[in-house]
């Protein structure tokens, strides 16, 4: 029944800078549903994010990926993005000089392009992300300045947040969106993402927190450790790990 | 602050995929009518045809004879043949600088022509319908469509075509205002006493061995006249390009803004391909009095040569404003793309009290491309002011070199100077170079310089192509975004070129 799935991977090796981060990792996602990522430090979870998103560095030696049914790492970064997959980074970079609401509205059009639509105009873009900045209980004036240049770290995940929202991905992907964010951003950024949920869309959500998963409860959870899926479960298996830790799965394996 | 002779050199690698070629697309205007030559032709430099317009050239080799001849062939005055005479007799006892960065053969000046003008200019033309059709296609692909150009944008064009002006357009308009704006030549006839005045008085032609060369054997350029009070109602703007093969091209620009006069003058350039390498020497002076502001801006986009270097311009440039009256202003505001080697130091004599100098600079290197650039502000009036922004990109295995000098004076009491040199590199082969050189004596003076040296990182491009932009899109994005500060500076008909040179739109980032 894999046609039905959004993601399928399949065993995947990849390695970075000669170092294997990701060791037979297998983990399918069917459509409007979230799953949780958690894993100590250094497991291969942003690692996992990278490989998705398509990042150069993050070679797949081994095994496959599937989406909506096409062979993932045949397409580009940007191929990947125009057909819906969007990952909120761990680490968002600064750009200099790039004004934020230029570099979204080119990246809304190259999107919209992408899939034979006609670019949206300066003015409704505008209208359309101020929107979504109250959304989010942004101020606007983030819009104009440089692109997270400056942003503090809790500003740069609201900033990512922002973009998600605006490309309406089909996978999203947030890498530790919560680490760094106080408890009123927490909230309004859980419910932006609750908000997006729908029968369509999936999500992929690294966290370190169970506090997280309060907010957007997730359908599965998993436990990846050196590289692959070690334990996978409800969103009970979230409250384990908050009391246990992780050693007791690492006996149990 | 900083004592006399600071020197700083900050040399350091990018990390991203050095086969990719990425900057040479950025180079020309893009054309409209078949994108799947544009994707090919973008690849290549663009303005790389010649136009074969027949040319009346000299024999290579330069003489005295040659100097009287080229004189000869302009009419010109008795005094302004003395003048390049005095000059060649002097040029004779130089000997070419000693490039410290630079790495090139060295110039045959024998094997150069210096004397080409297109035939058309014969019966010169009174107007636009006048002018050789052959012509006005070049500027059209040039992306300069002359009229329109200046008809929508109420720009002036004193187009410079093979070193002899062959149009110019708008003159009536500024005729009425008093204004003088016309080739050097047609200046040399019609105005004699005004360039006997200032010709020389900024950059001697002892100043350096391209000075002297160009004032020797300079076959055409702009001359431009403001009046008392006067601002000029229009931007004026030439556009040079190099066409005939081995002709060195040596403009001569004078620009004079009288007392409370504002002017703002426009120069762009770019050149066909080739495959010996050209030289360029152009002499550019400006003369502001008191309380007059000149503002002059180029877009340069000449041939830089092929991946291996082979066939670029060689550019060495003279450029400096006087600022000889009470708060007068000259600001510098430079795009250079092109060039196999550039070596230019647009400079600001700061005299009258008040004064103020500016330079804002733009410097795009790639592949061989050598840059040399940077600018000299000389404060010696009281409480003059110097800004100066210098923005260097280099790509592929190119190098640039920013060299700027402070000198204040004994005289210039509570001088000021802001120096910012950003250095941005693009792969690991190519190198940035920041020489800030300062030499402070007087005590009330304030000195400031920052540098700093940034690449693209893989990191910034896997951000933007992860929300979906092409590799090509995110860098024109990030390199546009390090030159806002000094693109801003420029005027509006011009910044739209830069973009263009820049292949990006800017559009909604600014602000
Ligand atoms: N570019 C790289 N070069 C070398 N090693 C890398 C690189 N990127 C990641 N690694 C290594 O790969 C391993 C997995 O890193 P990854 O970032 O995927 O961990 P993580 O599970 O996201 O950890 P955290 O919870 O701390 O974010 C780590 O040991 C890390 O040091
Ligand atoms: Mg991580």
Avoid at chain 1, 99 to 117: D, I, P, T, V
Avoid at chain 2, 50 to 75: C, M, P, W
Avoid at chain 2, 379 to 405: D, E, F, M, W
């Amino acid at each position: 029944m894999s046609s039905d799935l959004l993601l399928d991977i399949k065993n995947v090796c990849a390695s970075v800078e000669e170092k294997q981060v990701l060791k037979g990792l297998s983990l399918q996602i069917k459509p409007g549903e979230v799953h949780a990522i958690m894993g100590p430090n250094g497991a291969g979870k942003s690692s996992l994010s990278n490989v998705l998103a398509g990042r150069d560095a993050f070679k797949v030696t081994d095994g496959e990926i599937a989406y909506c049914g096409e062979d993932l790492l045949e397409l580009s970064p940007e191929e990947r993005a125009h057909k819906g997959i969007f990952m909120a980074f761990q680490y968002p970079v600064e750009i200099p000089g790039v004004n934020n609401l230029y570099f979204m509205r080119s990246a809304f059009n190259a999107k919209r392009e992408a899939n034979g639509e006609e670019p949206m105009e300066a003015y409704p873009f505008m209208m359309k992300v101020q929107q979504l900045c109250g959304e989010l209980e942004m101020n606007p004036d983030f819009l104009k300045r440089a692109l997270n240049d400056g942003f503090s770290g809790g500003e740069k995940k609201r900033n990512e947040m922002l973009q998600m929202m605006l490309l309406e991905p089909k996978l999203a992907i947030l890498d530790e969106t919560d680490s760094g964010l106080d408890i009123d951003a927490l909230r309004v950024i859980s419910n932006a993402v609750n908000s997006l949920r729908n029968t369509e869309r999936s999500f992929l959500v690294v966290t370190h927190y169970q506090r997280l998963l309060d907010y957007i409860k997730p359908d599965f959870v998993h436990v990846l450790a050196n590289g692959k899926i070690v334990k996978s479960g409800d969103a009970s298996l979230a409250l384990e790990l908050e009391e246990k830790g992780y050693a007791w799965i690492n006996e149990e394996v | 602050m900083a004592g006399p002779h600071c020197l700083v050199s900050i040399y350091s690698c990018g990390i991203m995929r050095p086969e990719k070629n990425l900057l040479i697309k950025e180079v020309g205007v893009a054309k409209r009518h078949d994108p799947s030559i544009d994707s090919f032709v973008s690849k290549r430099y663009e303005h790389g045809f010649v136009t074969d317009i027949e040319s009346e050239q000299f024999a290579a080799g330069l003489s005295e004879d040659v100097v009287r001849a080229i004189s000869a062939k302009k009419n010109e005055p008795e005094f302004l043949l003395e003048w390049r005479l005095e000059a060649y007799r002097h040029w004779l006892t130089l000997t070419p600088p000693d490039w410290a960065h630079l790495k090139m053969s060295p110039i045959d000046f024998q094997a150069i022509s210096y004397f080409a003008a297109p035939k058309s200019n014969a019966n010169a033309p009174k107007s636009l319908d006048e002018v050789d059709p052959k012509l006005l296609e070049t500027y059209e692909k040039l992306g300069v469509p002359l009229h329109e150009r200046a008809r929508l944008a109420g720009v002036a064009v004193d187009a410079v075509f093979d070193s002899v002006s062959v149009a110019t357009t708008f003159k009536d308009k500024l005729e009425e205002v008093g204004v003088i704006f016309c080739p050097f030549s047609e200046a040399a006839q019609k105005h004699p006493e005004l360039i006997k005045q200032y010709l020389g008085k900024v950059v001697p032609y002892r100043d350096n061995f391209f000075a002297a060369l160009n004032s020797a054997v300079f076959s055409d350029g702009s001359f431009v006249y403001i009046p008392k009070g006067v601002r000029s109602p229009l931007e004026l703007s030439t556009y040079f390009r190099i066409n005939a093969a081995n002709t060195g091209q040596f403009e001569r620009t004078l620009i004079v803004a009288e007392e409370g006069s504002y002017v703002s003058y426009l120069e762009g350039c770019t050149a066909p391909m080739r495959d010996e390498n050209q030289l360029h020497a152009a002499v550019v002076e400006l003369i502001a009095k008191t309380d007059a502001e000149i503002k002059y801006s180029t877009v340069q986009n000449w041939y830089p040569g092929d991946e291996e270097g082979r066939g670029g311009i060689y550019n060495f440039v003279t450029k400096r404003g006087s600022c000889e009256g009470d708060r007068s202003k000259i600001s510098w505001t430079q795009i250079e793309t092109g060039s196999a080697i550039t070596w230019k130091y647009p400079s600001c004599i700061l005299r009258g009290d008040d004064s103020v100098g500016e330079f804002y600079s733009v410097a795009l290197t790639n592949n061989h491309q050598q840059a040399d650039t940077g600018t000299k502000m000389i404060h010696i009036g009281k409480r003059t002011k110097s800004v100066i922004i210098s923005k260097g990109i280099s790509a592929g295995q190119a190098q640039n070199a920013y060299r700027g000098l402070v000198r204040i004076a004994p005289t210039a009491v509570k001088a000021r100077n802001y120096s910012q040199c950003d250095s941005l590199l693009i792969g690991d082969r190519c190198g940035a170079h920041t020489f800030p050189y300062m030499e402070v004596s007087e005590s009330t003076a304030q000195v400031e310089h920052e540098a700093t040296t940034s690449k693209i990182g893989e990191d910034q491009l896997f951000y933007c192509q992860s929300r979906g932009l092409s590799e090509e899109d995110a860098v024109s994005m990030i390199v546009n975004g390090f030159c806002k500060e000094v693109f801003k500076k420029l005027p509006m008909e011009f910044a739209l070129e830069a973009q263009n040179l820049l292949a990006v739109s800017l559009e909604g980032s600014v602000g």
